[in-house]
């Protein structure tokens, strides 16, 4: 009867609750757990950094490499790419509220800058926001302006095909949420970065 079918509906409210409250004690074990192992991980990232800065060229290899990267790399972001030494992604603290990839770069003719920075932040309500280094590029070596540069008609239609600078997603805000290039540098990059190094 109807009636029994209302009763049914509330009582299965009533263990959805139960449900929903075992996923949020899940969640905070999980994340408690995550953070152990963040902290465990720490030395052997320290490590691996430090045997990678032996190898000339790794991290430039490691994204000419990975299919996603190197779709967004010119010429020029390749070369300027041969001075970067190390990269670090940090997860903060409490994991759930974002990360920072830092790229470390030798002195290079392209910009002044030692470290640049991209962040990631979410606040309390979720919203995603990111902050980045501003790039202090040198005279007449601002990689971003290049791309949108165009002297004649042949050169634009290969222009068409090039692709923006990998360094223009320093200075790309807009979709802090779903920015695929920091995702696949945390996510895909940073846990193993041997194996597209050795592609």
Known sequence: SEKEQQEA?????????EIDRLNEQASEEILKVEQKYNKLRQPFFQKRSELIAKIPNFWVTTFVNHPQVSALLGEEDEEALHYL??????????IKSGYRIDFYFDENPYFENKV??????LNE??????????IKWKSGKDLTKRSSQTQNKA????????????FTWFTDHSDAGADELGEVIKDD???NPLQYYLV
């Open 189 to 191: 990059i940073w846990p």
């Open 155 to 166: 050169s634009r239609k290969r222009q068409h095909e090039e692709p923006e600078s990998f």
């Open 116 to 121: 640049l920075s991209k962040e990631f932040h």
């Open 85 to 94: 030494t190390r990269v670090e992604v940090t997860e903060f603290e409490d």
């Open 125 to 134: 309500s979720g919203d995603p926001s990111s902050k980045s280094t501003e």
């Open 9 to 17: 509906i509330e009582h299965i409210d009533e263990v959805q609750n």
